[in-house]
C-alpha cells in the first residue's frame, strides 16, 4: 500500500512538474505590506491569540496580536494569473511572534494545520521547520501522525516533509512588525521590550493539492479549510503556542471546543459566510419535524 501511494505520488509529483507553469509568474511578495493580506479570524471574537501564554518561555514563540490593528495570522494566494486553473499559484501565511530572540532569526517550528474536508480532523501541516535539532531549516508539507488529530493531545506531526522547499528570499521572511504594517498599533504586545516579528512563507499551492489528493480530498482555491496554528520547539508537536486559545496545547478538548481553528476560508483566502438566519431558520424547523415524527 504504501510502496503503491509513493508510486501515485511520484507519477502525480512528475505530472505536475510537466505541466507547470512558466517562470516569472506573479509571485506573493514576502515582505508585502498586510493591507494586501487577508486577517484569519476565530469564531470566537477573541484576541487571536494573547500575549504572554506560551509554554516555553520563549518569546519568539509567543503568538500575538488582536483584532484591533495589530493583526495575528494572515494569508495571501496567487493564482498564478490562471484564473481558470483552479490549482495553481502559491498560497501564504504570516503570523505575528513576540520577538525575535538572539541569534537572529527564527529557531523553532510554526506550523499551519489544515482541515481541508470539514470533519476536525488535521489533514496536512505546513509549516517551516527551523528547529535547531532538524537537519536543515526548511519550508515543507508535513503529514500528521497516526492519531485523530482532532485535538491538541491526539495531534502529532510527521517530522520528515512530504515535499520540503529551501528557504529563500522569495518564499521565506522573519522582519520586524514596523518593516511589514505601515499600520502597526503597538510594535511590542507581549511587553517584554523587544518589537515583535512577522514570519512569513509561501507554499506552492499544487503541491498541497497533490498530498491532499493522495489522502482522497479534492481540493482547490475555491475550496473550504479551516485552520489550527502554532508554534514548537520540536517538529513533531505543536507543543508552544496555539493560534486562539490561552494556553491548551496538551489539551483533549476538540480544536473546535478549544476556540484552536479558525472560521471558514476558501483556499484563496476569502471568508466563507456563515449560514444564514433563514437558512438555520429553515434547518430547524426541519429537524422540529423530524422531532415530531419521532414521538
Ligand atoms: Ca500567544
Ligand atoms: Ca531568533
Ligand atoms: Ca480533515
Ligand atoms: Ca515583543
Do not use: C
Amino acid at each position: 500500500m504504501r510502496r503503491a501511494l509513493r508510486i501515485i505520488r511520484a507519477a502525480v509529483l512528475a505530472s505536475a512538474v510537466a505541466f507547470s507553469s512558466p517562470a516569472g509568474a506573479a509571485l506573493i511578495a514576502v515582505t508585502s505590506d498586510n493591507t494586501t493580506w487577508t486577517e484569519i479570524s476565530y469564531p470566537v471574537a477573541t484576541t487571536p491569540d494573547a500575549p504572554n501564554d506560551h509554554q516555553t518561555g520563549i518569546a519568539e514563540g509567543d503568538i500575538v496580536g488582536n483584532n484591533t490593528g495589530d493583526p495575528a495570522i494572515l494569508t495571501n494566494f496567487d493564482d498564478n494569473g490562471t484564473p481558470g486553473i483552479l490549482t495553481d499559484g502559491n498560497i501564504a501565511f504570516r503570523v505575528r511572534l513576540g520577538e525575535d530572540k538572539p541569534p537572529a532569526g527564527f529557531t523553532a517550528f510554526f506550523g499551519v494545520g489544515m482541515d481541508a474536508n470539514g470533519d476536525g480532523a488535521i489533514d496536512l501541516f505546513l509549516g517551516v521547520d527551523n528547529n535547531p535539532g532538524g537537519p536543515v531549516d526548511q519550508i515543507g508539507i508535513f503529514s500528521p501522525g497516526t492519531g485523530s488529530n482532532t485535538s491538541p493531545s491526539t495531534t502529532s506531526i510527521i517530522t520528515t516533509p512530504l515535499v520540503s522547499y529551501a528557504e529563500t528570499g522569495a518564499n521565506y521572511d522573519f522582519s520586524p512588525v514596523t518593516t511589514i504594517d505601515p499600520l502597526e498599533v503597538n510594535s511590542d504586545l507581549d511587553g517584554g521590550g523587544n518589537e515583535d516579528v512577522y514570519l512569513t512563507f509561501v507554499v506552492p499551492f499544487g503541491d498541497i493539492v497533490t498530498e491532499l489528493g493522495l489522502l482522497g480530498i479534492t481540493f482547490d482555491e475555491n475550496s473550504t479549510v479551516q485552520y489550527v496554528f502554532g508554534t514548537s520547539t520540536q517538529t513533531n508537536a505543536l507543543n508552544q503556542d496555539l493560534g486562539g486559545p490561552t494556553g491548551g496545547t496538551t489539551s483533549t478538548l476538540s480544536w473546535e471546543q478549544l476556540g484552536a481553528i479558525s472560521l471558514e476560508y476558501s483556499a484563496s483566502g476569502t471568508p466563507v459566510p456563515e449560514p444564514s438566519t433563514a437558512l438555520l431558520l429553515g434547518l430547524g424547523l426541519v429537524s422540529l419535524a423530524a422531532a415530531r415524527r419521532a414521538i
